[in-house]
């Protein structure tokens, strides 16, 4: 069974930073991407922020510049910086891992969301 594990959501003031880790366990036998979506409040769709496979990562529009993604393949982790923070980036955000097990192929796997939310 895998778990993605989130940490290191909160409340800060626009302008500021926030780190956001996150680390897969389980009887894991490769990964394929990680990376991060969010949900904004009231919206039903959860929208790329950031993932990464083993080239260059991939960023929504509305963070580039101001996100950063990297990967620790040894740890099966992945974090992500998020500088210059904006109110409009007050989300859910939730980790994902596209991965395939010993016994389950190739599948999207989700955390359980981390809370951040950017005051004026």
């Known amino acids: 069974q895998v778990q993605l594990v989130e940490s290191g959501g909160g409340l800060v003031q626009a302008g500021g930073s926030l780190r956001l880790s996150c680390a897969a366990s389980?009887?894991?036998?490769?990964?394929?991407?990680m990376g991060w979506y969010r949900q904004a409040p009231g919206q039903q769709r959860r929208d790329l922020v950031a993932v990464i496979s083993s080239g260059s990562p991939n960023y929504g529009d509305s963070v580039k510049g101001r996100f950063t993604v990297s990967r620790d393949n040894a740890e099966n982790a992945v974090s992500l910086q998020m500088n210059s923070l904006e109110p409009e980036d007050t989300a859910v955000y939730y980790c994902?891992?596209?991965?395939?097990?010993?016994?389950?192929?190739?599948?999207?796997?989700w955390g359980q969301g981390t809370q951040v939310t950017v005051s004026s």
């Open positions: 389980g009887n894991i036998f490769r990964i394929y991407t």
């Open positions: 994902n891992a596209v991965l395939e097990t010993r016994t389950v192929r190739r599948r999207d796997y």
